[in-house]
């Protein structure tokens, strides 16, 4: 898989660019703030249809425009399709395959895949349960797309459901019945949630424990496990039945609880990613250098399934390099240089290995040329 061309309007800095590119490295250099960055950005929207940077879509939208919009040519197994999407503020996004409209945005996910590593990462290792729950459920999206429609479901459940709590309690009267029925929704769409992140945890823990080793072999051995809201109620499967079942008991446990406060207190929503070292958490023990490394591996770790199960995603690695010493830039080097596709941003050309020579793009001013 490769992207063969990129043309953005409007989106972020840019009012106009367009790139054709090739298999292989590609690296756009250019000083902080020329848009070097706003590029790549673009490329994980049209695989993702999110930002590793911004949590909506209003700020990628350049500032005084209506819209924003994104076309990329991607090629997979010799077939190009041509991907487009349209951002706009307040209103729904738009979006074509080949020229023709599809129904949703989301049915243009899986066409491309990438995986980014960005300085943001750090905040898996260092931030709070909600970065790690990203992590998961974006990586499970592009491993299955059919994911995005399951997430949404869950989240529309689950606000429903919250809002029905916060009225239980502001009037104090008890809609057990009403109660009764979300909680069944938001059981089923949970347990189909927590399903699909337990499957992927299983499978991406021995690539994430073998990529840290690589690239931190003096340090202790890493893990990883999943850490449920269930609790000793946790069935610990990924067999949807049994989860579904132990989140309505639940439920049923905590009604108390979640009606005197308000909140869901229950599902994958908080949930987490136990992030270990030795026989210690990361978040808290671990070292600036030991937690690079483990952000690091838990990207190299989510690519290498990918590629294990033969869809090779692209590789974006955004302004990386300056951040990491010999060794972690020598072994993200050595995936790099093996990828069909890798993108690569620098503010200096210097800081880019010298393994992983290919076209040279300089961004400057507003513009953004092949060297």
């Not at 592009?142 to 479901?153: C, E, K, L």
């Not at 990924?238 to 905590?254: G, H, M, Q």
Request: hydrophobic share 45%.
């Amino acid at each position: 898989m490769y992207v063969r061309h990129l043309q953005v309007a409007d989106f972020r800095s840019w009012e106009q660019a367009d790139l054709a590119f090739e298999p292989g490295v590609s690296v756009l250099v250019g000083r902080n703030g020329q848009g070097k960055t706003n590029l790549v950005e673009a490329l994980g929207y049209v695989a993702t249809l999110g930002s590793h940077r911004v949590a909506t879509d209003a700020p990628l939208i350049r500032h005084g425009a209506p819209r924003a919009v994104v076309r990329a040519a991607v090629v997979n197994d010799g077939r190009e399709l041509l991907v487009e999407l349209e951002i706009t503020a307040g209103k729904a996004n738009r979006a074509r395959v080949n020229r023709g409209p599809v129904p949703r945005p989301r049915d243009v996910l899986g066409i491309l895949r990438t995986v980014l590593f960005a300085p943001e990462d750090l905040a898996l290792v260092r931030g709070d349960p909600g970065e790690r729950r990203r992590f998961l459920d974006e990586l499970l999206t592009t491993r299955s797309p059919r994911y995005a429609g399951v997430r949404g479901d869950y989240d529309r459940v689950l606000k429903q459901r919250g809002a029905l709590l916060k009225s239980i309690r502001s009037v104090r009267s008890a809609d057990v019945g009403t109660l009764d029925v979300w909680d069944g929704h938001l059981a089923r769409h949970g347990a189909e949630l927590l399903a699909g992140r337990l499957g992927l945890v299983a499978d991406i823990a021995p690539h994430v424990a073998r990529a840290y080793a690589d690239v931190a072999p003096e340090s202790r051995p890493a893990r990883i496990a999943y850490r449920s809201s269930l609790g000793e109620a946790f069935p610990g499967t990924p067999d949807r039945a049994a989860l579904e079942e132990a989140l309505l008991a639940e439920l049923r446990r905590l009604r108390p609880q979640e009606v005197d406060r308000g909140v869901c207190l229950v599902g994958p929503h908080r949930d987490d990613l136990d992030l270990v070292l030795g026989d210690l958490p990361a978040k808290g023990y671990a070292s600036h250098g030991e937690s690079w490394s483990f952000a690091l591996a838990l990207r190299l770790g989510g690519y290498e399934m990918l590629r294990v199960e033969g869809s090779e995603p692209v590789l974006v690695l955004d302004d990386v390099f300056a951040e990491l010493d010999r060794g972690r830039r020598r072994q993200l080097a050595k995936v790099a240089a093996a990828a069909e596709q890798v993108f690569i941003t620098a503010a200096v050309a210097e800081d880019v290995p010298e393994e992983l020579s290919g076209a040279r793009f300089e961004v400057n001013h507003g513009e953004v040329r092949r060297v």
